[in-house]
């Protein structure tokens, strides 16, 4: 063979074997984690892996629209979730003090199914042994999560902290401020405490939002309402009302799209919790509330918290939940 | 009209064509990008903006073909496109060497019935209906790059010569058509040699090149359609008997092919043009909907709609405008001849409809040049380029003189091909301003 033909089939056929090496060569060498919305399969890979103190680095890109991350149960990781754009990388650096099964989130309102874009990271070692998890209150409590607790009678008009707090300068309450008798007691369980005092009904619900406010700071309150509006205003709503910019969406999609779930065949679907129904609300405990929130609506569309937020978290969430129903100072 | 220059006396243009070397180095950079494009279709980013693939193809690519490419060299792109050469080594046993005598393959005559290019009227129809998913869709972008690719070497093996790029590739059909209006050619320079020539070296190939690749005796060329410049024949031809000429744009729109598959081909173009300037520019949030969702009913409907203008209604009233009903054989010469009227309108059509978007979408090119395999990387600083409409004041202005340009092109080819086919060229004409005037309010 003439050394011109010899040298052309190379360069052809290097053209070739480039073309198709180079892309296999460094996609195989640059792994990306990929974002898509769940119903098109949510992370990819969803099991991560990690070492106690050692940075983990990810690149992540996103395969349709803007998505979020986050690791729950860290603090800082929720406040300062990063966005991931359609078809750009965008590098994350984590470092992991304590081994443990840490979940990850979307934290972007990708579509109606956003909650169920979560993924694992597994991080392994032993810097520090690993601490027993607590046993939250409602479990302690033996709560009926799942029951109806609809407060038998609520107020007139919404409550005032406000006014509670001149009415309670006169009353010895120190009893219902503690902290245990606030957790596990509902707004109403708390009015009927008061049944003794002589006070109108009215004013008595004054007092209970005054003790319930006692019971919070407005530290908490403004965390409580961050975490709401990134994680639970998309179907609460932005004022709780229960119509948030997917309810429409999850009554739309109905049951089929929660019995889509493996053995859930006989699960209603339930529009989102509306925190201004007042008696839902004001029979509602702080403990009870997290159940649901660290459980989750079990089929329904309320996904479990409990592996992404912390239990401070959860109190500040709740007693923002509160302030939908209370006038606060 | 222009006298004809002959860019071959050059000899620095003629060396440069007739040495095999630059044309094969262009083909094989050509080879690289277009399997890197296909790879970055099936395994990069499925956000097509980001893509390779959607964006060097849809955007880059496509803005070069119809915007300076066609107009100016006509088939240019053809002689430098990389889709034969695989097919074309494996059918000859060699790159640059003379092919065996005896055939490798089956080396069959391509069937008498398909040669003519209703084949690349369908295959360019076939994409034209998928093309809101194609143009968007890298994966689907990656297997039809590569389905190319292995039909023209499947066909290679079967049929002699490019039977792909002649009678199936769904993009040579219409840079055929509008090849026609490009002001290069490729001719003969004396017809007498031609005629005397012993063996036609430039059909039948030699120890210096390969016979036609697109089955054309350059000797009878009279147009540029099926002239795939490949410049095989200056190559081989012992006369020096081959010119490549610069000459006044349409004018082989003088002496118009009275074929109806040419004519059909028109009629494609010039709806596609108008269609998908209502889909994909239009505000029509349905219409989009029904283009994208394949399969479904709204898109059969959709199918049924986009053929209907282009096979029924358009044909139709062009039919009207043509009509002086003797007999059907010359009724179908004359709506056939006076088709090619449109080729100027079309090509200016496709010119305004390809300026918005990619002048809309050029941004992406850039993004696209420094992380071409999504990966986060940054070649050329450009990676994080922040999409953004270019030369926007200029685009209305643009497109409009495009298409006013193209009418009155048209308008211009009209009046002679309607005085040789003894008609009057005011209905062509109509016709021309009427779908002017449509495209101008689908675009404006």
Redesign the interface.
């Known amino acids: 063979m003439k050394r011109p033909e010899l040298l052309s089939r190379i360069l052809i056929l290097a053209a070739t074997l480039g073309a198709v090496g180079a892309p296999l060569f460094f996609w195989t060498r640059i792994p990306l984690i990929h974002a898509q919305m769940a119903e098109d399969g949510g992370w990819s890979p969803d099991v991560l892996y990690a070492e106690v103190g050692k940075p983990l680095h990810l690149r992540f890109t996103s395969d349709d629209v803007v998505h979020g991350f986050a690791v729950g149960q860290m603090d800082t990781q929720i406040v300062d979730a990063v966005d991931i754009e359609p078809g750009k990388v965008t590098d994350i650096e984590l470092t992991f003090d304590k081994p443990g099964i840490y979940t990850f989130f979307c934290t972007r309102w990708c579509g109606v199914n956003h909650w169920r874009m979560r993924g694992t990271i597994e991080v392994t070692g032993s810097a520090s042994d690993p601490q027993p998890a607590t046993v939250p209150l409602y479990v302690t409590l033996g709560l009926d999560i799942d029951a109806p607790h609809d407060a038998p009678s609520i107020p007139s008009d919404q409550p005032s902290a406000i006014r509670g707090q001149r009415l309670a300068s006169n009353l010895e309450i120190s009893e219902f401020t503690a902290t245990d008798f606030y957790q596990t007691n509902s707004p109403y369980q708390l009015f009927e405490n008061l049944n003794s005092a002589a006070l109108s009904d009215s004013e008595k619900w004054d007092v209970v939002s005054y003790i319930w406010e006692s019971n919070t700071t407005s530290k908490a309150l403004t965390g409580g309402a961050q975490l709401y509006s990134q994680n639970c205003a998309a179907c609460h709503g932005e004022n709780g009302a229960g119509d948030g910019v997917f309810a429409d969406d999850l009554k739309a999609a109905g049951e089929s799209s929660m019995q889509s779930m493996a053995g859930a065949d006989n699960l209603m679907m339930q529009t989102p919790v509306d925190f201004t129904d007042t008696k839902r609300m004001l029979g509602a405990s702080p403990a009870l509330l997290q159940g649901k929130i660290l459980r989750g609506g079990m089929g329904t569309g309320m996904p479990m918290w409990g592996s992404i937020f912390t239990e401070e978290q959860i109190w500040d969430l709740i007693a923002y939940l509160f302030s939908f129903q209370f006038e606060y100072h | 009209m222009l006298k004809r220059i002959e860019l071959t006396r050059n000899p620095f243009i003629k060396s440069a064509l007739k040495n095999r070397?630059p044309q094969?180095a262009v083909f094989?950079?050509m080879?690289?990008?277009?399997?890197?494009a296909?790879?970055?279709g099936l395994?990069?980013?499925?956000?097509g903006?980001?893509?390779f693939s959607i964006v060097f193809v849809w955007i880059a690519w496509w803005a070069i073909l119809i915007l300076v490419a066609v107009p100016f060299f006509g088939r240019g792109w053809c002689a430098v496109c990389p889709i034969p050469?695989?097919g074309e080594?494996l059918q000859r046993g060699?790159?640059?060497?003379p092919p065996d005598k005896k055939p490798k393959w089956l080396n069959r005559r391509w069937p008498r019935a398909l040669r003519n290019i209703w084949l690349q009227n369908i295959s360019f129809l076939l994409l034209a209906l998928f093309s809101s998913v194609l143009l968007t869709t890298p994966n689907i972008t990656g297997i039809v790059l590569a389905g190319m690719l292995f039909a023209a070497i499947g066909l290679s093996t079967v049929f002699e010569r490019r039977a792909f790029c002649r009678y199936l590739c769904p993009v040579g059909g219409f840079i055929g058509l509008y090849s026609q209006t490009a002001p290069i050619e490729l001719r003969i320079k004396n017809k007498q040699v031609c005629v005397t020539c012993d063996g036609k070296p430039c059909y039948n190939g030699s120890a210096n090149g390969y016979g036609c690749p697109w089955d054309i005796f350059p000797g009878g060329l009279t147009k540029n359609t099926y002239c795939g410049l490949c410049m095989e024949c200056i190559r081989t031809c012992p006369h020096d008997n081959i010119a490549i000429n610069l000459r006044s744009f349409s004018a082989d729109l003088a002496k118009p092919s009275a074929r109806m598959d040419e004519a059909f081909k028109a009629f494609i173009m010039l709806g596609s043009a108008i269609i998908y300037a209502g889909v994909l520019l239009g505000p029509w949030g349905a219409l989009k909907d029904a283009a994208y969702n394949v399969g479904t009913g709204a898109w059969f409907i959709y199918a049924a709609v986009f053929l209907g203008i282009i096979f029924i209604i358009m044909p139709s009233l062009f039919a009207l405008c043509v009509s002086r009903f003797e007999n059907l054989k010359a009724f179908k010469r004359r709506f056939a001849t006076l088709s090619s009227s449109l080729i100027p309108l079309g090509l200016m059509f496709w010119v305004a409809f390809s300026l918005s978007f990619v002048l809309t979408n050029a941004t992406y090119i850039l993004a696209s040049l420094s992380?071409p395999?999504?990966?986060?990387w940054n070649l050329f600083g450009t990676a994080n380029t922040t999409w953004q409409p270019m030369l926007t004041s200029i685009l209305a202005p643009g497109q409009t003189l495009a298409l006013v340009s193209g009418l009155i092109w048209s308008a211009r080819t009209s009046q002679k091909t309607a005085r040789e086919a003894q008609v009057s060229s005011i209905p062509i004409i109509v016709y021309c301003l009427t779908t002017t005037l449509v495209m101008l309010w689908l675009l404006l």
């Open positions: 070397y094969l094989i950079v080879l690289f990008g277009y399997i890197f296909i790879l970055a395994i990069g980013t499925p956000v903006s980001h893509n050469l695989p080594w060699a790159v640059l060497n992380d395999l999504g990966l986060g």
